[in-house]
Each structure stands twice: as C-alpha cells, then as structure tokens.
C-alpha cells in the first residue's frame, strides 16, 4: 500500500508537470521575443542612468518640516465613549526609528473611527517642534500590501488570458510608467516645459509601447500616426479651450507645487495639459490598434482588396468603435466627480454654476479634448493603414 500512495503522488506530480508544459507552450510557442524583452530593459536602463532630471531629495520631507514614517502600533486604549481612542506607536523606519509616540486615533471611515489593534501599521507624520521637542499625529493607514495583492492579481489575469500579447502588455505598461516616473515629472519638477516635455513622452511611449506589444510592422505605423495624430489634436484643444476657460490645476496642487521648490516657476496650466493629454494618449492608442488589427486581420484574409474597399471597411469599424469608447472616456471623468455632483444637486445648484466650477470644467475638459482626439484618431489610422503596403 505505501508503494501504491508512492506511485500516486508521482503521477499527480507528472500530471501538474504536463500541465504546467501545456500552458507554457500555450503562452511563448512561436510568439516569444527575446529582443524585444531586452530592448525594453535596455530603454529603461538608459533612461536611468541618462535621464537629465533629478529630483532634490532635499525635499523628502512632507509639507512645511513633516516627516512621514511607518509605526507599529503596540497598544490601544478606549477611555471615553465620545473621544478617539489612544495608542501607542512605535516608529519602524527613517530618522526617528525606535521613538515611541501616544496618539489620538485621529484616522475615519464612513464617519467613524477606524478600529486599530495590536501589531497594526500605521503612517505618522512627525515635525520637531521648539525646544526639540517632537510632534507626532496619525497621518494615514498603510494600504500598499492590499494594492500590491491586486496588482499581482491584475498581472496574473492578463497573462493568463492574454498569453505572451498579455505578457507584453504588462512589459509595455511598465515601461510606460518608468517613462513617466523618471522623465516626465522629475523634468516638470525640475521646470522644464511641462507641454515640450510632454510631447517628447508621449513620442517615446507610443512608438516603443506599441513596439514591444506588436513588434515594428505596418499595423504598428499606421497605429502609431493615429495615436500620435488624435494626442496632436487633443493637446491643441486643451491648449486652446485651457486659455479660453481660463482654468489650472486646483488650488490645493497650487500650493503644494509652490512649496516644493519657491525657486522654480512652474507652468501650472502647463501642467494641466500634460495631465489631460497623458490621460488622453491611452485611449488614442486603444482606438488606433483596435482599427490598424481589424483592417490589418482584413488585408491578410484578402490581400487582393482594393484601397476604397479597405478604407470603407476601416470606417464601419471605427464607427462602431466611436460611439463605446467616446462613452468609456466620459463615464470614467464623470465617475471621478460623482460626489461632488451629488453635494451640488443635492443643495439644489444651478446646473450653470456646477458647470463653471474650475474642477467640473477641468473634468469636461478632459472628458472631451479626449473624445475628439480619439476620434479624429480613425480617419488617420484607416488612411494610414490603407496606403502603407
């Protein structure tokens, strides 16, 4: 009987083994692509170690002196039913590691108090007051285990069922965020030109993004004079409507940019156009490899099709595309601005007053210079498709 539970466990074994075979064949058969894993890496590589901006860590600490640092919360005391509960925190990394600190649990959920307990991680902000003296407060509860779990979770969906095209669209959304983190906001900190700099970004993220997930082919071209051709017009709406409106980034932003460094004189409706055509790129890039694949998957069934023929087919298919995608760029603003929306109907508001507040009218911005860019992304991309042979 042992031998048989032995012999068992061995297939089970082989059984998960030839699994394991069969997916691995599944996801990188005939599709994987060393040289574009290590074009990417090289990018980045070159990016860090080249990039011309450097963020002043001279300016870690939070606003006006704090600094921010994780603390083990080692007890908790409940001394009167209408006050915030007590605990007692021991500081775990940075400057002030190993300080102990008795705090009102100042942290709120849905309008109560959030039950801490023993062995809980919380943020402090720490700011040494006169005489030396140190002035703790709870400033947040840490929340990056959960969001890497759901990052990993994410990861895992799109290879799974994406396969290597999965797998390359997490390499290509690495990259794009590395391209950003490392040259788009330490130049706009550093005072660059936040439209220059924008540009030259979204340059480099469209062509190699698109690179790495499809390699450099006729679909990838033509998808990339789209994209690049609806983030143009976009970036010239925003420009144009941000001067007319007369709006920036919110107040709160202002400040805190003002702040970081009073020396460097930052362009804040600059920035405001980065920001909305940095959150208009993606859908321009989405809508032009959806029409550059289906008129590409067209040509190769039929490679005798003629050019109006093609373009015609291209158009129905962008059409299509138009009306969903127009819905998804506004549906996500709007979703951002549910709340405020609520508190001003609520209220009873004019809808013209609600409309002309400078963050509706930021979100309406965004919402439609997207939109347009986007649409204006399907002519451009059928064209190009159609006449690139």
Same mark, same amino acid.
């Given at each position: ?28 058969? =005939? ?27 001279? =300016? ?10 994780? %603390?083990?919360?080692? #007890? ?36 109560? *108090? ?20 140190? =002035? ?45 983190? @490392?040259? !788009? ?38 998808? !990339?004079? &789209? ?7 976009? &970036? ?15 107040? *709160? ?28 790129? &993606? ?25 109006? /023929? ?5 158009? #129905? ?11 998804? /760029? ?39 210079? &997207?939109? @347009?860019? @986007? ?8 064209? %190009? ?5």
């Amino acid at each position: 009987m042992p031998y048989l539970k032995i012999i068992l466990n061995i297939q089970h074994i082989l059984y998960y083994i030839n699994c394991i075979f069969i997916v691995t064949r599944w996801l990188f058969i =005939n599709k994987f692509s060393l040289s574009r894993i290590m074009l990417t890496f090289l990018l980045l590589i070159l990016v860090f170690i080249f990039s011309p901006f450097k963020v002043d860590k001279t =300016n870690a600490t939070f606003l006006d002196n704090k600094i921010l640092c994780k %603390a083990l919360v080692e #007890n908790v005391t409940f001394s009167n039913p209408n006050q915030n509960s007590k605990i007692k925190v021991l500081v775990s990394e940075g400057k002030y590691k190993g300080k102990e600190f008795i705090l009102d649990n100042t942290l709120v959920v849905n309008d109560s *108090e959030l039950a801490l307990k023993p062995n809980d991680f919380v943020q402090i902000s720490i700011q040494a007051g006169s005489n030396n003296k140190l =002035n703790a407060t709870i400033y947040n509860y840490p929340r990056e285990k959960n969001i890497l779990l759901l990052v990993a979770f994410f990861i895992a969906l799109v290879i799974f069922i994406g396969g290597i095209k999965g797998f390359y669209a997490i390499l290509s959304i690495a990259f794009n965020i590395c391209i950003i983190y @490392m040259l !788009l906001l330490p130049g706009i900190l550093s005072g660059y030109s936040p439209i220059k700099l924008t540009i030259i970004c979204c340059l480099i993220i469209s062509f190699f993004s698109l690179i790495i997930q499809n390699g450099l082919n006729k679909k990838t071209i033509s998808c !990339l004079i &789209g994209a690049l051709g609806g983030v143009i017009i976009a &970036g010239i709406i925003t420009f144009i409507m941000s001067n007319s409106l007369h709006i920036s980034i919110n107040y *709160e932003e202002f400040l805190s940019l003002s702040k970081y460094s009073p020396n460097i004189k930052f362009d804040f409706q600059g920035i405001l156009f980065s920001s909305i055509v940095v959150g208009a790129l &993606g859908a321009n890039l989405d809508m032009s490899m959806s029409v550059a694949t289906s008129m590409n998957e067209i040509k190769e069934s039929n490679p005798s099709i003629s050019k109006p /023929l093609l373009i015609e087919s291209g158009f #129905n298919i962008g059409r299509d595309m138009i009306g969903t995608m127009s819905n998804t /760029l506004i549906l996500a603003y709007v979703g951002s601005s549910v709340v405020t929306l609520m508190v001003f109907l609520g209220h009873n508001v004019n809808f013209s007053y609600i409309i002309s507040l400078q963050d509706i009218s930021v979100e309406i911005l965004r919402a439609l210079a &997207g939109s @347009m860019g @986007m649409i204006l992304s399907v002519p451009l991309t059928v064209f %190009a498709r159609a006449y690139i042979d």
